[in-house]
């Protein structure tokens, strides 16, 4: 099985297809949060720094670092506008560099399916979070359908092909989300669940956008025939759904937890 990390070094392909669904739930994340301004915040798993621009734009922090294990999304998030206010990088969630009691609010944004210990990544934002901060975390509901990728994903398993499951998708599930944030002992621990729109205007952006970045599903689809290509196309043409203008239009859901870090 391919390493996940290589789904992320094309930051380009990345942002086309889960830029701005990463910014829509993101902004109910943080309007959720409710979070006092002026606070030092760590974003970690940053990739593009879609969802710190957010932070920028909604939080009014003091400061931002924001850390990501890929040299190449990095790279990509140093050349935003983003970079001139954000201390970028490289870094790995379940060792943080940074010493402890650093931050007043510690986030993790569609990040934790891809840590292989949960349990250790929340509690490197425990250390790293002064008494009383916020810690925070949400990602793609994929037990429950929720993933954007969804009918693209139904429409390849209709035709019969395997898809690789992905251990760490498990991690997204509401009870273990809450549980990791229990192990640490946090206080104040809430959740809620998350919906977007995912809407394109026309089956070709959808496609584009949609097969851009190589991940599990995307690698089955580059071994098929041109002809299954064909044949899932026009599976797709007919199955995904529309709303009342003809836009491509479905929900995606994540599941969020935060707490705080005992005083």
Not at 123 to 128: I, N, Y
Not at 136 to 144: I, R
Request: proline share 6%; glycine share 6%; charged share 25%.
């Amino acid at each position: 099985m391919t390493d996940p990390k290589s789904f992320f070094i094309d930051g380009e392909a990345y942002e086309r297809l889960m830029g701005r669904f990463t910014r829509a739930a993101g902004e109910v994340f943080l309007d959720w949060l409710s979070t006092p301004p002026g606070l030092a915040w760590v974003d970690v798993g940053c990739g593009t720094g879609a969802f710190t621009q957010l932070i920028l734009d909604r939080c009014a922090p003091s400061s931002v670092a924001a850390i990501d294990p890929s040299e190449e999304q990095i790279a990509y998030a140093r050349n935003t506008p983003t970079a001139k206010r954000v201390d970028f990088r490289i870094g790995d969630a379940q060792s943080l560099p940074f010493a402890d009691r650093t931050f007043e609010a510690a986030v993790m944004a569609l990040v934790i399916t891809f840590v292989a210990d949960p349990d250790k990544a929340i509690a490197e934002l425990k250390r790293v979070t002064k008494p009383g901060g916020t810690i925070a975390t949400y990602m793609w509901d994929f037990a429950n359908k929720g993933f954007p990728q969804q009918p693209l994903r139904e429409a390849v398993e209709a035709m019969g092909a395997q898809i690789p499951v992905v251990p760490g998708h498990l991690h997204s599930r509401m009870e273990n989300m809450e549980g990791y944030l229990r192990s640490v002992g946090l206080d104040d621990i809430a959740k809620r669940v998350i919906e977007v729109d995912v809407t394109y205007p026309d089956f070709d952006e959808y496609w584009s956008a949609q097969t851009a970045l190589p991940n599990y599903l995307v690698q089955v689809i580059q071994k098929m025939s041109a002809a299954e290509v064909e044949r899932l196309q026009t599976r797709l043409r007919t199955s995904l759904p529309r709303d009342e203008c003809g836009n491509i239009a479905y929900k995606a859901r994540a599941n969020a937890v935060k707490g705080r870090a005992p005083r």
